[in-house]
């Protein structure tokens, strides 16, 4: 097959080429250029996709012996992720920016300019495995990201290639290690690349405005002052800087926030509990169910997977969890799991 193979500069894109040309495969290499400034986005440990990355993805694709490319996707990455990021959390909603980069630009942009010019797979260097055209986690579940694949749909999972779904994470640096790849102990990337300097109520600040508000206990009495209820997310404990304690002593919490007032209501970590979710732009692996099934939903791309039933209602979904799950904030993603098999994802609108 003619396989290209998406290289971001780090050990596990490296290895997973390589993979790929060992198994025979005609394999090409390509950068993605998120940045038209790519010195904005973070560099070393804490980065990706950065001038260093592109750099260190074209010495591997040097050591597999394979042609090498770097596209520019800068544009389609701004008004994709980067816009969809900041319009979500003006919203009040929370995105992961990792899962729609995986949606909208390595698996709907790339594959399709892929399949255009006559590949037959786009290669990644993600945990996941396919199995019977069906995503299932990876061996190591540790490293596992089925949860951020979990809105790919059957035709691009049939065009994807996961070579290091079967193998832990501490052996794919030892091979890495015997293929003379210098990226071999090069630390993962972390946080949002986009954000250089990790200050993410900062950057929202310059693209949103400031729009002070009230932070509000579960009475509706004001307890503190804020600059943007954007800088907010459900569950957040940190930066609230409430003037003056809750009446029991404990920790506060953000319940809930409201951009259309500017309000941000604050209250006991009991009251994040929530054990019934609803989400949209439903993504279901086969035909959908006609009733309710049991199956487990996983809400943070590493959180616990827990059990639940989930009823399909035409693009949505709602879920009844068993066990409660904290902090779940409208604009995550649910993805719905059958063992180690992933029946279906969603993008969560509402929970209590």
């Known amino acids: 097959m003619r396989v290209l193979a998406a290289m971001s500069g780090g050990v596990d894109s490296a290895v997973a080429a390589a993979r790929a040309v060992e198994a025979g495969h005609e394999v090409t290499g390509v950068h993605l250029a998120l940045s038209s400034n790519p010195r904005s986005f973070r560099s070393g440990a804490r980065g990706c996709c950065t001038l260093e990355d592109s750099r260190d993805a074209r010495r591997a694709a040097?050591?597999?012996?394979?042609?090498?490319?770097?596209?520019?996707?800068?544009?389609?990455?701004?008004?994709?992720?980067?816009?969809?990021?900041?319009?979500?959390?003006?919203?009040?909603?929370?995105?992961?920016?990792?899962?729609?980069?995986?949606?909208?630009?390595?698996?709907?942009?790339?594959?399709?300019?892929a399949l255009a010019l006559?590949?037959?797979?786009?290669?990644?260097?993600?945990?996941?495995?396919?199995?019977?055209?069906?995503?299932?986690?990876?061996?190591?579940?540790?490293?596992?990201?089925?949860?951020?694949?979990?809105?790919?749909?059957?035709?691009?999972?049939?065009?994807?290639?996961?070579?290091?779904?079967?193998t832990p994470k501490a052996e794919v640096r030892r091979e890495a290690q015997r293929r003379g790849l210098a990226v071999a102990d090069k630390p993962d990337s972390h946080d949002v690349c986009f954000i250089a300097d990790g200050d993410t109520a900062g950057f929202l600040r310059d693209r949103i405005?400031?729009?002070?508000?009230?932070?509000?206990?579960?009475?509706?009495?004001?307890?503190?002052?804020h600059d943007g209820a954007f800088a907010f997310t459900v569950g957040q404990r940190r930066g609230l800087r409430i003037g003056r304690p809750?009446?029991?002593?404990?920790?506060?919490?953000?319940?809930?926030?409201?951009?259309?007032?500017?309000?941000?209501?604050?209250?006991?970590?009991?009251?994040?509990?929530?054990?019934?979710?609803?989400?949209?732009?439903?993504?279901?692996?086969?035909?959908?169910?006609?009733?309710?099934?049991?199956?487990?939903?996983?809400?943070r791309a590493h959180g616990e997977a827990v059990g639940c039933e989930a009823s399909v209602q035409g693009e949505q979904v709602e879920v009844t969890l068993r066990a409660p799950v904290r902090g779940v904030a409208a604009g995550q993603t649910v993805v719905l799991y059958e063992r180690d098999t992933v029946l279906g994802s969603a993008t969560i609108t509402h929970s209590d």
């Open 62 to 113: 040097d050591v597999v012996g394979i042609p090498f490319y770097v596209w520019d996707v800068a544009q389609r990455f701004r008004a994709d992720v980067v816009d969809d990021f900041v319009a979500e959390y003006a919203a009040g909603r929370t995105p992961n920016p990792c899962v729609r980069c995986n949606e909208k630009i390595k698996f709907s942009g790339v594959l399709d300019k």
């Open 118 to 166: 006559g590949f037959d797979a786009v290669c990644t260097g993600h945990y996941a495995r396919i199995d019977g055209g069906r995503l299932r986690r990876a061996v190591d579940h540790g490293k596992d990201q089925s949860y951020v694949l979990g809105v790919l749909t059957a035709g691009q999972l049939a065009h994807a290639m996961f070579p290091l779904g079967d």
């Open 209 to 225: 405005g400031a729009a002070p508000g009230p932070i509000v206990d579960e009475t509706g009495a004001t307890v503190g002052r």
């Open 246 to 299: 809750a009446p029991d002593g404990k920790p506060r919490y953000v319940l809930d926030v409201s951009p259309v007032t500017a309000t941000v209501t604050v209250g006991p970590a009991e009251r994040l509990d929530v054990v019934r979710l609803t989400g949209d732009r439903l993504r279901w692996w086969g035909p959908a169910p006609r009733g309710p099934i049991e199956c487990r939903a996983q809400i």
